[in-house]
């Protein structure tokens, strides 16, 4: 799917990877409806952005998707590209898992990405064309003591968009899933509870920009599943992801034998 032209749906686009992706969209041409419940930051990005729209929504609440949603139709005729990019991270020990924590970060990283998917399919459909993307994470490809929330959430995320993947494709709509690490983000002062893995605090995060291009290039290519790298790169789950993520964190290292504790504490390059 070419951006350039195309009406794009962010959420999560009020900060970080959601706002960068608004933007590198943007420059390519395309008109995004950016949605996030904090209205006043939607606001002054839409003020910055050609032709945006400024769409206050809390993506847990169904009522407001589908009011987004027909005021992003109501707007500009038609829906092309879903970003679904609001969420939040948990990260504390399965021990610690408060299970309403888990809850509520289950409806934000799982529940309303299908919500949201549910609501833009059927303009997809009738025009049978459109580009899903959902953001997971790459804490999702390998095993880290201390994520087992915010991971759980992310791996539904992942099953339930490969599944949609076959599901959409008669419908002419290709549904992508892209894998950030670490990102120089609010995220993690925005955890529902817990705080950054012991031992990531080495690592150097990417630039949220970096994560807008891997979503850029999954809107573009159609990719199932979208490592965030210089450039992005297509990887296998299950196949050649883990090799792939412990290649970027370790350049050199191409598929080293390694058991999942070896991650221990790192979820996130170490170096470029
Ligand atoms: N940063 C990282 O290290 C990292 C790594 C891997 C994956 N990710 C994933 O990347 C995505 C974006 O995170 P980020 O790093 O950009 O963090 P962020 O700056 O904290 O952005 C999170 C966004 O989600 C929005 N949001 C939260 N709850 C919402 C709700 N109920 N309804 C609508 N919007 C909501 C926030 O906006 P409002 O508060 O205005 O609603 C904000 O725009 C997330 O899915 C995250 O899991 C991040």
Redesign the pocket.
Known sequence: MDVGGAVCIV??????????TARRLTDGGATVVL????AD??ERLAAELPNALAAP?????RAQVERLVARALATYGRIDVLV??????LHVPVLDLDPGDLRAVFE??VI?PLALMQAVLPGMRARSQGAIVN?????SLRVFPGLGG?SAT?AALNMLSQIARLEFAEAGVSVSVV????????????LRAGALARGAWGII??P?EL?ADAIIFAITSGEAHVL?ADPPRPIVPGGDAWGALLARQSPGAAHPDVTPSAGRGEH?RTSR
């Open positions: 959420t999560g686009a009020s900060s970080g990877i959601g706002e960068a949605a996030a419940r904090r930051r939607l929504t809390d993506v847990t609440d679904n990019d609001a969420g939040q991270g934000l990283n309303a953001v997971s994470s790459a804490t915010y992310k894998y950030p690490s670490v990102t120089a983000t609010a995220f993690h002062q925005n995060p990417d949220p994560a965030v996130g």
